[in-house]
């Protein structure tokens, strides 16, 4: 079973800029990043293949966000900035480790996720 561990988050201010990181124990597949904060649904992201080749992002980031990976390391990282209040959630990186046709932005697509991060954004 492969296991994924966040580090990064935390608090920053309003136009700032944080990375978060997110280890995977083994192989994956594509990887994805979502957050949810309180009160609102679970909102994915962004995705990356496999190979790094392809990325995908929600319309409502408007280029802020960044995903990446090192395949070398088994991780994926979440660059992001010009951060708003807003931005203010748990954000979560999810494995895809076997296929199941679900669509990247679809959350059951992953079979893993990480433990979660907190990232705040102060006004």
């Known amino acids: 079973q492969v296991q994924l561990v966040q580090s990064g988050g935390g608090l920053v201010q309003a136009g700032g800029s944080l990375t978060l990181s997110c280890a995977a124990s083994?192989?994956?597949?594509?990887m994805a990043w979502f957050r949810h904060a309180p009160g609102r649904q679970r909102q994915f992201l962004a995705f990356?293949?496999?190979?790094?080749?392809?990325?995908y992002y929600a319309d409502f980031l408007k280029g802020r966000f960044t995903i990446s990976r090192d395949n070398s390391k088994n991780t994926v990282y979440l660059q992001m900035n010009s951060l708003e209040p807003e931005d203010t959630a748990v954000y979560y990186c999810?494995?895809?480790?076997?296929?199941?046709?679900?669509?990247?932005?679809?959350?059951?697509?992953?079979?893993?996720w990480g433990q979660g991060t907190q990232v705040t954004v102060s006004s």
């Open positions: 999810a494995a895809e480790v076997s296929s199941n046709g679900a669509a990247y932005y679809n959350a059951l697509r992953y079979n893993c």
């Open positions: 990356t293949s496999r190979s790094g080749g392809n990325s």
């Open positions: 083994g192989r994956t597949l594509g």
